[in-house]
């Protein structure tokens, strides 16, 4: 008998500490849920923000893509055959080269460029977030337009070549986009921020529930087997 109850009594103590550590851990659940169900939320919130400011300019990228696609190789090649280029056509073509990180201005790099196969898809595909991340790059930008900023205008840029109108579109347009890039930097930080506390809860939440069920089956089996003991 006393052994029997000795086992008893053991049993009884392991079957309250697993529902202590089951009771636990369903409350670490439901916190968890529910800071996931704010932190969701609050990222719901940012993320329009984001996508609010982005959408107020995205027009002016896509318009400058469009452009860009537009232009003919022919146009292209005039540009290119020319011995010296007017001076609205190399202020347009020093801001491209200068977004795309090319130090070298001169006008052989310039023609080198446009002979490139990929000069128009390395254009649209370009990512504006590369203006505020590139060391210097958006003082020398500031610099170029404030000092050549007539050359980037639609009309003048078109009128000297079909081919360097729609890329000072896609200048200006860029460096539009920027700088709506730079007031959201905040926010697409916070929302990042956002991203991996929620990642690494879902995975607390994950690892929680997995404790949980085993924490239960325990209780399970060592309850069943102190009604065994006692039955005996």
């Not at 896509?62 to 452009?67: E, F, G, L, N, T």
């Not at 055959?81 to 801001?95: T, Y």
């Not at 000297?160 to 890039?181: D, F």
Request: net charge neutral.
């Amino acid at each position: 008998p006393t052994y029997r109850s000795s086992t008893c009594n053991m049993l009884l103590v392991v079957m309250q500490s697993s529902m202590e550590a089951a009771a636990d851990r369903r409350r670490e659940v439901e916190q968890l849920r529910q800071q996931l169900g704010e932190t969701e939320a609050t990222m719901q919130v940012q993320r329009g923000e984001v996508e609010a400011q982005l959408a107020e300019v995205q027009p002016l990228i896509d318009a400058a893509r469009a452009a860009v696609g537009g232009i003919k190789a022919d146009n292209i090649n005039e540009v290119r055959s020319l011995r010296m280029a007017p001076d609205v056509i190399r202020d347009v073509l020093e801001g491209v080269l200068l977004l795309m990180g090319q130090e070298d201005t001169s006008w052989a790099a310039m023609k080198a460029f446009l002979g490139k196969r990929s000069v128009k898809e390395d254009t649209i595909n370009y990512d504006a977030h590369r203006i505020l991340t590139t060391p210097g790059l958006r003082n020398k930008l500031d610099k170029l337009m404030a000092s050549k900023g007539a050359s980037f205008e639609k009309e003048v840029a078109y009128r000297a070549s079909q081919a360097c109108g729609p890329m000072a579109v896609w200048v200006v347009a860029n460096k539009s986009y920027s700088e709506v890039l730079k007031q959201i930097a905040p926010l697409e930080n916070q929302l990042s921020q956002l991203k991996q506390g929620l990642a690494e809860s879902q995975d607390r939440l994950s690892q929680c529930q997995s404790e949980l069920a085993q924490l239960d089956e325990q209780g399970s089996h060592t309850l069943f087997w102190a009604a065994l003991r006692r039955a005996v």
